[in-house]
Nanobody, 126 residues
Framework: QVQLVESGGGLVQAGDSLRLSCVAS????????MGWFRQAPGKERAFVAA????????VYAGSVKGRFSISRQNAKNTVYLQMNSLKHEDTAVYYC???????????????????WGQGTQVTVSS
């Protein structure tokens, strides 16, 4: 099991940047796929980005590709989400998630992730 704590959210203007961080505790971080999801008011939680445990493979939702970048530092048990060129529609609560199962690909379905953080609010004013 992995405990996850997100930080870095806030209120910004359209076009600004933010970097979210997620610090994990637990023995399985370095072998876990890490993902970011977001949930806007009245909508389901949706996949944003994910990164493989050790070889740097990444996957992005189409709506953020080219603007967001996911990275991780296993030595620090931390995963990041760099968000550039933010838009009003990026407003949501952002959640960090961990998938400790060994898989061939990088999952984008939220039900494949075992552990979740409490979320951090990102608000982008237009």
């Amino acid at each position: 099991q992995v405990q996850l704590v997100e930080s870095g959210g806030g209120l910004v203007q359209a076009g600004d940047s933010l970097r979210l961080s997620c610090v994990a505790s637990g023995r399985t971080f370095s072998s876990s796929t890490m993902g970011w999801f977001r949930q806007a008011p009245g909508k389901e939680r949706a996949f944003v980005a994910a990164i493989s445990p050790n070889d740097g493979r990444t996957v992005y939702a189409g709506s953020v590709k080219g603007r967001f970048s996911i990275s991780r530092q296993n030595a620090k048990n931390t995963v990041y989400l760099q968000m550039n060129s933010l838009k009003h529609e990026d407003t949501a609560v952002y959640y960090c998630a961990a998938d400790s199962h060994r898989r061939l690909g990088i999952p984008t379905r939220r039900d494949l992730y075992d552990d979740w953080g409490q979320g951090t609010q990102v608000t982008v004013s237009s």
